[in-house]
């Protein structure tokens, strides 16, 4: 593990590297402890550096082998060789000079997943952000663009198949039974996408045409036996490949493109040029392993790792603090791509929920950082929400501000002026002033500044003078080291609705401020009188989530009912229903602090029934309507002093309320959803087993529930339908006999796929009820449960610290302390792992203060630790501040 030395990074100290590695020649002799890499560099003096400054290479726990310039082997005095650093004091002056280094590495004992190791017996790498350091000593830094060429060797038996990136120029015997492959990658790339693969694999074979007419072969690598699970992943590539044609004109550039899944990764999937590495989470499918949800993830990542070739790799970050450059811009492509491929709104409220749930309280807590960061002490610990969520938000509010046609223009303008290079920010900003000739320099701050903005809306009718006036107010809260904060370009979609629930015309703003739709917020307050209104409409604002605002608009309950049926914008009729649910929860949960059972509006209930059972509605739009909002969001837009058992009390009897009232209407339904023919993974289909699986959650709740949702079990054809009544069963009754069966069952039938045990871990570990820390704790003791497996640890322990508000924040500690000793356990051998699951006591300072006191002892607990690593204790430490 490394050692902290607790220096931190920043932004404004970049400066260009004084050399430059134009070629890169790598040698692999691949041996689970042994593996020797030898890395021929051409190395040249960058213009304007001075002759004879050292050239410094980065270096991470290495051991150098040899060294030799121009073929001459240097002498101890010439060089300095830490782990860390390979300092030459004095390169040659004159021209290039070749560089040999040979480092020894051992990938069967690198547990950490970055750099070269091995996963069940295949080597594989990981170099985002830092790995290529773990590899050889380097410039290990996105601006330092090399062209490679990779030669592999192996024993045959134990690796047929030699993977790396570009094109495969030559295969051969070698003896002792070794054998050898040449790849060849023709695009200059950062070390952070190369990519190694050896071992024995199958594969699925494909091919694309692109656009021009160009074959590419297309290959997925699985295990031995999972060829089949890979054709949803093979269909989703070659509709990214289309789709990025279509719509932002980009084609594929190598004759090959792979993708490996392999089953220990630290996240999802990675961009490496020409050769992808995924978690096979995000390949493997059939109906009998995977949900629906699955499905659709599989789709996103695939394509976002595609759309990267052309947002990441061809145009590359000139530093880590531009990580959103090529992040989040890709974030916003592969969320467009998935809109196209299913449903729009659906599509965006997911979005909205997701953004919401995870970026918000990162925005808001502790660890709250710009878009673009401007200091960083771990580089990985900024592979965040905001990065990701927030920074794909400022790209689709870029649209928003030029319209479709000037954000294409601009796109094009950004991969002509750019291709091949590592570019910033102000180099994407810049495109679109100008095509567009507008100046986004205040826009700007969505990169600059932390903090989600409040925007406060109210409104008032004047009859007698036909005058509508919206009166908004935008605040940005204080974040970590940032106190004073400045105004924002906050871009507000909206309309007018009348009573036939059409947008009315209007007469009046002037063209700056309202554009198209769109209130544009530049100032503090805003004060927009919209003219020749005939009747007092109802303002539905931000539509379609147009800036990532927590907006609190003041407006009468009945206008809110009425939206919720009637906007013409699906995402604001889905925010009216939501926004009338939150209220009536927090509300409910105020007065659930005096013991009494809350009661709920009438109205509001019958609403549930009533948009249940809407045809006019897509189905996943009424799932996604009828699923209350979640105890976490409940809990962050109380804000403080949080109690998450009242919370859930409040959620419960909710639930309850919409059950019983609507029952009749709720069981004609589900009845009506039954389906019995050939399932398909499409989002129609998706969407029907959502809202049938949403109103089983609420029918389980009435008498003969658990009888229901265990023939829905017992009946399923698809994990869709399994997982969701097993997750009924076992979160609304634990401990009923057919609650116990189902769980042995799908235990006995899965339990040697792990992935889809996963899922058994998971709906385990976020049954609510403190009861469940004991029931996670014995899961440890799961044969097929490791704390060395990242896909098991987030199955079962991240999913109790993120997804059980109940039982992770017992009163008494025990869930955080249970919590804190995995996380020490997890932390020598995979700090990045450690690292990200500790985010989840980001929000301890709004509980209430009795656990605030015990979330505070458990990160005290991991930071008085010994010999933490920088990953973790940067987080910890941040958390605590
Ligand atoms: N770029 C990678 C993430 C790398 C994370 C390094 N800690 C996957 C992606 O965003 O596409
Ligand atoms: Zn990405």
């Known amino acids: 593990m490394r050692t902290d030395t607790g220096q931190v990074f920043r932004l404004e100290d970049y400066r260009p590297s004084d050399y430059l590695i134009p070629k890169t020649d790598l040698t692999f002799r691949l041996h689970p402890e042994a593996t020797v890499v030898t890395a021929e560099l051409t190395v040249v003096r960058r213009e304007g550096t001075q002759a004879r400054t050292p050239l410094i290479l980065d270096g991470d726990g290495l051991v150098l082998q040899r060294i030799e310039i121009d073929g001459v082997a240097l002498a101890v005095s010439e060089y300095v060789a830490t782990p860390e650093q390979l300092t030459i004091s004095s390169p040659p002056v004159a021209g290039e000079f070749r560089l040999v280094v040979e480092t020894l590495v051992s990938p069967s004992t690198n547990s950490a997943l970055m750099g070269l190791y091995r996963t069940s017996g295949v080597y594989c790498t990981q170099c985002e952000a830092e790995g290529f350091r773990r590899i050889t000593y380097f410039l290990d830094r996105p601006d330092v663009l090399s062209i490679y060429t990779v030669r592999l060797e192996a024993l045959k038996s134990e690796a047929p198949l030699l993977l790396s990136n570009g094109n495969r120029e030559e295969t051969g015997k070698l003896k002792g039974g070794w054998h050898y492959a040449i790849w060849h990658d023709p695009f200059p790339k950062p070390s952070y996408l190369f990519a190694l693969v050896a071992g024995d694999l199958g594969f699925m074979a494909d091919e694309f045409v692109t656009a021009s007419g160009r074959k590419v072969d297309l290959g997925i690598y699985v295990e031995h036996g999972k060829e089949r699970l890979a054709g949803y992943a093979m269909d989703a590539l070659k509709r990214s490949m289309k789709w990025d044609e279509e719509v932002y004109g980009r084609e594929y550039d190598l004759d090959i493109f792979n993708i490996v899944a392999v089953s220990d990764f630290n996240m999802g999937a990675m961009e490496n040029k020409g050769l992808n590495i995924f978690n096979d989470k995000y390949v493997l499918a059939d109906e009998n392993t995977a949900t629906d949800a699955d499905f659709a993830n599989i789709e996103a990542i695939i394509a976002h790792e595609y759309f990267h070739n052309w947002t990441g790799n061809r145009i590359t970050c000139r530093d880590w603090f531009q990580l959103c450059l090529k992040e989040g811009l890709t974030v916003f492509r592969d969320h467009e791509f998935s809109a196209d491929q299913r449903s729009r709104p659906v599509k965006r409220i997911a979005e909205v929920r997701t953004l919401r749930s995870h970026q918000f309280p990162e925005d808001q807590g502790p660890l709250a950082h710009p878009v673009r960061p401007r200091r960083y002490r ?127 015309a209007y007469e009046g703003p002037d063209g700056a401020t309202v554009e198209n739709g769109v209130i544009h917020l530049k100032k503090r307050r805003h004060v927009v009188r919209f003219g020749n209104i005939a009747q007092r409409p109802a303002l539905s604002i931000n539509r379609g989530f147009s800036a990532p605002v927590t907006l609190s608009v003041e407006q009468r309950k009945e206008d809110r009912f009425f939206l919720a049926r009637h906007d013409s914008d699906a995402f604001s009729r889905w925010q009216a229903y939501n926004t009338l649910l939150t209220d009536a929860l927090i509300s409910a949960s105020r007065k659930g602090l005096g013991g009494k059972t809350p009661e709920f509006p009438e109205k509001l209930v019958e609403l549930a029934g009533a948009i249940a059972g809407d045809e006019t509605l897509e189905h996943a739009f009424r799932a996604l309507a009828l699923a209350l909002p979640g105890e976490a969001d409940i809990a962050r837009e109380i804000g403080k002093n949080i109690d998450p058992d009242v919370i859930f009390a409040s959620r419960q009897v909710l639930a309850e309320t919409i059950a019983r009232s609507n029952e009749d209407a709720l069981r004609s339904l589900y009845g009506s959803l039954a389906f019995k023919g050939r399932f398909s993974p499409d989002a129609a289909s998706a969407g029907r087993r959502a809202l049938r699986n949403t109103l089983l959650d609420y029918l389980a709740i009435l008498p003969g529930g658990v009888a229901l949702a265990h023939a829905h079990f017992a009946k399923a054809t698809n994990m869709t339908d399994r997982a969701a009544a097993l997750a009924v069963l076992t979160h609304r009754h634990p401990r009923a006999h057919e609650t116990i069966d189902a769980l042995k069952t799908f235990e006995r039938r899965f339990r040697s796929d792990q992935l889809v045990m996963d899922k058994w871990l998971t709906i385990q570990a976020t049954a609510p009820g403190a009861a469940t820390l004991d029931k996670v704790r014995a899961l440890t003791e799961y044969a097929g449960f490791t704390m060395h497996n990242p896909n098991r640890v987030r199955a079962l322990i991240g999913a109790f610290a993120t997804a059980n508000q109940t039982a992770f924040n017992r009163p008494d500690g025990a869930g955080y302390e249970f919590f804190a000793r995995a996380v020490l356990e997890i932390e020598p051998r995979n700090p990045q792992l450690a690292a990200r699951l500790a985010t989840a006591l980001r929000s301890w300072r709004s509980l209430e203060p009795g656990r605030r006191e015990k979330a505070r002892e458990a990160l005290l607990l991991i930071s008085r630790q010994d010999g933490l690593s920088p990953d973790l204790r940067d987080i910890v430490e941040r958390t605590l501040a």
């Open 378 to 504: 771990e580089i990985n610990n900024f592979y965040t929400a905001t990065v990701y969520e927030k920074g794909s938000e400022v790209v689709r509010m870029i649209r928003t501000i030029l319209g479709a046609d000037d954000f294409r223009r601009g796109m094009d303008l950004y991969f002509e002026r750019h291709d091949g290079e590592a570019a910033t920010i102000e180099d994407f900003l810049k495109v679109f002033e100008d095509v567009s000739g507008r100046d986004l320099s205040q826009f700007a701050l969505w990169y600059h500044q932390a903090g989600t903005p409040n925007v406060t809306v109210s409104t008032s009718y004047n009859a007698a003078a036909r005058e509508f006036v919206v009166e908004i107010e935008q605040s940005v809260p204080a974040t970590p080291s940032e106190a004073r904060k400045r105004l924002m370009h906050i871009p507000l979609a909206f309309g007018l609705v009348g009573r036939d629930g059409k947008d009315m």
